[in-house]
């Protein structure tokens, strides 16, 4: 086996692991489009396993977000980025230790946009890490959402115009990554709150955040109609439609869909 084979081998294996509602989808595309997504994947849930790290000072989250940011910004130096990470090795998931691997695999043409997105990520969850993921209105619920969540649509969005020049709007991109996001974060509120986190702005009750959430996934339905490569519709129509049936079974006072209700809607989108 070739390193690039193994390498890629070793992304969709750990992307197994680490999402089970992304690793669905990225299988099911083409080996190209597989390639691209499933490595600007793993470059997000990298830092993304830094910025939830439950045994992790504030500061040094901060810090580790930051000069990753920074390493994003030039020629990747893989070294530098695991001496960066060294003390903390024992603690960090294999996901973020090999940020450098999923750089490698990832194709020529995205690269560049793939390691910007990343950058300006790692960049915005510092800045929240710094602020305690405080909250308070609804221009900071935008704001931290887009760097966590929509950044990621328009990574995609950039990916999907290198492969066929399929032309999106980034501003339902965005909608579309936030719709996702605010799902999780209303699966996850309890969680979040036992840990002294809340990501609902003040005066807010969780049926705002239903709506904030309802109102996004609307931007993602308007953003799907856009794209006519079938490969690519198929992978933005699920994990959408597991959002929205996540959303509905939290309204049913459910705290998420079990295997049967997944497997089922996958094959839904299969169908179509």
């Known amino acids: 086996m070739t390193n690039d084979a193994k390498l890629q081998k070793d992304a969709m294996h750990i992307l197994k692991l680490t999402s089970r509602t992304f690793y669905i989808p990225i299988k099911l595309l083409n080996p190209t489009l597989r390639k691209a997504v499933g ?10 396993e830094i ?34 990470l060294r003390p903390h090795s024992d603690i960090l998931p294999e996901v973020s230790m090999r940020l450098g691997d999923w750089l490698e695999v990832c194709p020529d043409d995205v690269l560049e946009k793939v390691k910007e997105s990343t950058s300006i990520m790692a960049g915005g969850m510092a800045k929240w890490v710094g602020k305690d ?6 221009d900071d619920l935008d704001d931290y959402t887009y760097y966590v969540a929509g950044l990621v649509g328009v990574m995609l969005s950039d990916i999907w115009e290198a492969y066929d020049g399929t032309k999106t709007d980034r501003d339902l991109a965005i909608g579309y990554g936030r719709g996702l996001q605010a799902v999780n974060m ?15 702005p003040d005066g807010w009750t969780r049926d705002d955040m239903f709506t ?31 959002a929205k049936s996540t959303l509905s079974a939290l309204q ?21």
């Open 51 to 84: 910025e939830d790290h439950e045994l992790m000072e504030a500061d040094t989250k901060q810090f580790l977000l930051q000069e990753t940011s920074k390493l994003l910004q030039d020629d990747f130096n893989n070294d530098a980025y695991e001496e960066l």
């Open 252 to 272: 049913s006072g459910r705290e998420k869909m079990n295997r049967t209700e997944v497997e089922s809607t996958v094959a839904a989108i299969m169908k179509e």
């Open 186 to 200: 209303l699966r996850n509120q309890h969680e979040d709150a036992d840990r002294g986190v809340r990501f609902i």
């Open 39 to 48: 490595s600007a994947y793993l470059c997000m849930r990298a830092i993304d």
């Open 133 to 138: 993921f405080d909250i308070k209105t609804s």
């Open 212 to 242: 904030y959430a309802e109102t996004n996934l609307a931007k993602a339905d308007e953003y799907i109609k856009t794209i006519s490569t079938k490969n690519i519709l198929v992978f933005c129509k699920i994990p959408l439609a597991l």
